[in-house]
């Protein structure tokens, strides 16, 4: 990573711990993806086997779920980890074609920019394929150790399918509480 | 591929060449390397986790002080779908859990081994079953444990329910499946124990008996807050006493010499104007072969920046709780590893161009970056 | 099932839980701007068939981790990827439009890259890549980088044929109404298979002559028959990597003659051969290069990639530019220049084709197939994407 993108991610993150964390950095991230597309985090940059990623851009076409699904810094993705379904063939809520949603996973509360909410976020894994290669993204907002596994993402959540892991999801399960 | 005229053409060639030069150039084939039935102490163990390729993880060994890429990479062996490795020192070999699936990458029936093999050939000696239950995910230190006398193996499983299994490393056998309800992972105490740490924040023991069999359990006090300041899954050992850092800057001291881990007080790595400063990263603590202790500092840690890594690795004396001093990295790094004693003592560090830096211990002198390609190399075990 | 199934309520500003199905109990606000989704491991996206032109399956060789490769599906349109098939070591690809099917040849080991080997052709549709059936072959296939011909879909779509070689030689036959294994016939001493327009297929043997063999309606060789020779293969060998143009096969030999073979009729008949370059051009050392170097349409049109920097061994450079040819003028049609070299070239099958090139940096170009105009640029294809494949709705088919 660049010494300038690494010199802005330390300023937005002090930035960040003095404000309303969640709800700054939302703000933030639409501003500066529309200005200058430094990503916030190192971490939260999308890279493809070999590189970064340079899928097409997405939308999901919809007004009130912003953002584009093939970047790590979709409001969803607030606590992904791993490929980005929508870069492999599914969707940000959908598996690729011939995988299966595991059932299990952890879930994450992400706060829509639209709409100032909180969402509940289940982080449903695509199973039966190998790695799917594109679109990788770390974020680990509310993640926990795994001795909290509910709460973490470490875990290959392909389980009661067949073991191998594709890509993540990030269905909505429901409103989370105010902050 | 080469016609078969042509080859036969350069074989009789070579024939020629053999019959008429008495010191004929002809070399043997079949030659296969082997290495030392010891390893020398400074050597490590780079597990590349290849995320990108689970299926085809590796653990290579390597010289870390070597000047080249070929005199650096000594061999490999293969830990499919991120695999857990596990050093033997008494018998001289790795032990390698992994998983496979009979139809390949997509799947099918899933199998879990333990795979053994020796030092000097790189060669599968054995290999034992365990049920095909292991937790599968980023690598966790503390996913896999051995007991002091390195007899029994012990594996932490996830599906979701949770248990360990004991595998006998002597009659490479399976001995028992512990069910561990609640808590996760497998830290040895004592000689025939280990604890697993529980979702609210106590410890559960189980005591298992000479053969590996479960015996008994008990259950802490809740110790921390799982919410508020958990643990790392990582700890760093010296003298007997497991360091766990926290998310927010803590050490968690638990005594491992008994028969059941006993907690001491907590301390802070940070004073209370540096609260900002906070551990992070796939592994954020080792101890080297002194017991010193390093921790992988951030400097603007906060929600959701546990996994970052850091910039400086800052140098603890254990027993004191006293930091000796504070290392800048070269580079941003995610994970520590250790290997090498006396003189010899080396940190490294995999940053985030997934290279792996060398450094010497106590002083953190840059020693050189590895020359060795891995996509995803995020554990590094020592030799020693 | 044994797991956690946890309702926890903090005291901090988030909770968490774990959910199977809908049965989730969260607060609700007073109106809710999204709705809940539904979570199952049903929730697979399907993909619209027949498949329009512009869709190519690019294979991950994945030189780094070979037991784990990949195809992944392209719609070249767009750069939108429609979804994948995780495979084995060496694998190949085959597929018939008619019964939109995928046919992955694959080998696999019971302990990942050690232990007992087993060969597999892995039937998928379509619609939706989804596994239908794995045929057990003998675990003898050919295990080769990236050559198109070893294994194919006869004209009729009844049988695929798959060369063996471990190292004898041979080929299996699989029915493909029943997807088993009907017949395996030796072969000594030749190689690929290359099917012609009726049902059967011939092979490039080792001597310099083919191999044309009959099948009967049961996948049974009904006739061997071996050509006279012509492929001096010592002084100039024809490369494998030959695509079909309409009624005839089309290889290039590593100096750039053009080698037709006709498979209208009974027997392949050996056409006449020319030249790609001028002598003018050979002499300045143009040659046929890449890794798979040809594609065909049923237009007659040729595709081949040429680099200027040939030499004995350049056979599999990548190359600088490819080159367009009427073969029934036998005439250049066009020089098109690459924006990053060639590994490997198809063309889509629509009526103006599209020239899609997998380049050495890892990326596929597109390339309006006449005028050589670049369309687009299109990445995330893996570590080692070696091959193309149009895979598209045709009006006729494309190599």
Not at chain 2, 13 to 37: C, F, K, R, Y
Not at chain 2, 229 to 234: C, L, Q, S, T, Y
Request: glycine letters at 10%; one cysteine or more; proline letters at 6%.
């Amino acid at each position: 990573m660049s010494i300038f993108e690494k010199a802005a991610e330390r300023v937005t993150r002090r930035i960040a711990q003095q404000s309303s964390r969640r709800g700054f950095l939302g703000r933030l991230g639409m501003l500066l993806v529309g200005a200058t597309a430094i990503p916030l985090l190192p971490v939260a940059r999308a890279s493809s086997a070999g590189g970064p990623s340079r899928v097409p851009p997405q939308t999901t076409g919809n007004l009130d779920d912003p953002g584009d699904p093939s970047t790590c810094d979709y409001w969803r993705y607030c606590g992904i980890d791993g490929f980005l379904c929508s870069c492999c063939g599914g969707t940000q809520n959908t598996c690729p074609p011939g995988t299966e949603m595991s059932p299990l996973t952890w879930v994450g509360t992400c706060r829509n920019p639209a709409d100032g909410l909180n969402y509940v976020i289940s982080y449903n894994d695509c199973c039966g394929k190998s790695s799917c290669g594109r679109c990788l993204c770390n974020r680990n907002d509310d993640d926990l150790p795994i001795y909290r596994p509910n709460a973490n993402n470490d875990i290959n959540w392909c389980m009661g399918t067949t073991n191998v892991y594709n890509c993540s999801t990030a269905v909505i399960l429901g409103l989370g509480p105010a902050e | 591929m080469k016609p078969l005229t042509l080859v036969l053409s350069l074989l009789a060639l070579l024939v020629s060449a053999t019959v008429l030069h008495a010191d004929d150039v002809a070399e043997p084939m079949g030659v296969i390397q082997q290495l030392p039935a010891i390893y020398p102490d400074h050597w490590m163990m780079i597990h590349d986790i290849s995320f990108f390729h689970m299926s085809e993880g590796e653990v290579l060994v390597v010289d870390p002080l070597a000047t080249t890429q070929p005199t650096q990479y000594k061999g490999m062996m293969t830990a499919s779908f991120i695999g857990a490795y596990q050093r033997g020192r008494i018998r001289g070999e790795h032990y390698v859990v992994e998983t496979f699936t009979s139809r390949g990458t997509r799947g099918g029936e899933r199998t879990d081994v333990v795979t053994i093999y020796d030092n000097a050939g790189l060669k599968v000696k054995g290999e034992v079953i365990i049920p095909a239950k292991r937790m599968t995910g980023m690598p966790k230190p503390i996913a896999i444990g051995m007991s002091p006398d390195e007899r029994l193996l012990m594996v932490y499983n996830f599906t979701p329910a949770q248990s360990v299994s004991i595998v006998d490393l002597e009659s490479r056998s399976f001995i028992a499946e512990v069910p561990t309800p609640g808590c996760g992972f497998v830290i040895p105490t004592g000689q025939r124990s280990f604890f697993s740490i529980c979702a609210n924040g106590s410890l559960r023991t189980t005591h298992l008996d000479q053969a590996g069999k479960p015996a008994s359990s008990e259950q802490t006090d809740k110790l921390f807050d799982v919410d508020v300041d958990p643990v790392f899954e990582a700890f760093g050992l010296s003298d007997g006493v497991a360091h766990f850092p926290t998310f927010q800057g803590r050490v968690l001291p638990i005594n491992l010499t008994g028969e059941s881990p006993v907690s001491g007080e907590p301390w802070w790595l940070t004073e209370t104007s540096e609260r900002a400063w906070r551990p992070a990263g796939v592994r954020p603590v080792i101890t080297d072969a002194n017991g010193v202790g390093y921790f992988l500092m951030q400097p603007d840690g906060a929600e959701g920046t546990h996994k970052n890594g850091g910039s400086e690795v800052w140098v603890f004396d254990m027993k004191s709780h006293e930091r000796k001093t504070r290392l800048v990295l070269k580079n941003w790094g995610l994970t520590l590893g250790t290997s090498g004693r006396g003189e010899n003592r080396l940190l490294a560090v995999t940053n985030d161009q997934m290279k792996v830096d060398i450094y010497r211990l106590p002083g953190g002198e840059f020693v050189h970056t590895l020359g060795i390609e891995a996509a995803t190399p995020l554990v590094v075990h020592g030799a020693h | 099932m044994q797991n956690q199934m946890l309702l926890e309520f903090s005291t901090r500003r988030w909770f968490r839980l774990i959910c199977v199905g809908l049965s989730c109990l969260v607060p609700v606000h007073a109106a809710a701007e999204l709705p809940a989704e539904p979570v199952g491991a049903h929730l697979a996206e399907k993909i619209a068939t027949p498949y329009p032109p512009g869709y190519v399956m690019v294979h991950d060789f994945s030189f780094g981790a070979l037991v784990d490769s990949s195809f992944s599906l392209v719609d070249t349109n767009t750069g939108v990827f429609k979804g994948m098939l995780s495979a084995g070591q060496f694998a190949t690809l085959n597929y018939s439009l008619k019964r939109q099917r995928f046919y992955v040849g694959e080998t696999v080991h019971s302990r990942g890259n050690r232990g007992t080997r087993e060969d597999l052709i892995a039937v998928y549709d379509f619609a939706n890549l989804k596994l239908q059936k794995d045929i057990v072959l003998q675990p003898r296939r050919s295990n080769s980088v990236v050559l198109k011909n070893s294994a194919a879909v006869t004209a009729d779509d009844r049988f695929l044929v798959v060369f063996n070689m471990n190292p004898a030689t041979s080929v299996t036959v699989i029915d493909l109404d029943t997807e088993a294994i009907v017949s395996e016939i030796d072969a000594p001493g030749c190689a690929l298979v290359y099917p012609d327009l009726h049902g059967d297929f011939f092979m490039l043997c080792g001597n310099g002559t083919l191999l044309a063999v009959d099948l009967d309606d049961k996948g049974q060789a009904a006739a061997k028959t071996m050509s006279p020779v012509f492929n001096e293969i010592d002084l100039d060998p024809l490369s494998e990597k030959a695509s079909l143009v309409g009624d005839s096969w089309y290889f290039v030999t590593y100096a750039g003659e053009v080698q037709p073979i006709k498979v209208r009729g009974d027997s392949p008949e050996i056409l006449p051969r020319w030249w790609l370059a001028s002598e003018t051009e050979r002499k300045a050392n143009w040659r046929p290069a890449g890794w798979h170097g040809t594609a065909g349409h049923e237009d007659g049109l040729l595709w081949v990639a040429m680099t200027p920097n040939g030499y004995p061994g350049s056979h599999k450079d990548p190359a600088t530019e490819v080159w367009l040819f009427d073969t029934r003028k036998k005439a250049r049609l066009a020089k098109i220049p690459l924006k990053s070299p060639a590994i490997s070239i198809t063309v889509t099958s629509a009526a103006e084709p599209r020239l899609v090139v997998a380049n050495v940096e890892s990326a596929m170009d597109v390339y309006d197939g006449r005028t050589g105009k670049h369309l687009n640029t299109i990445h995330d294809l893996g570590e080692s994407p070696y091959q193309v494949y149009s895979v598209g709705i045709e009006t006729g088919k494309a190599n």
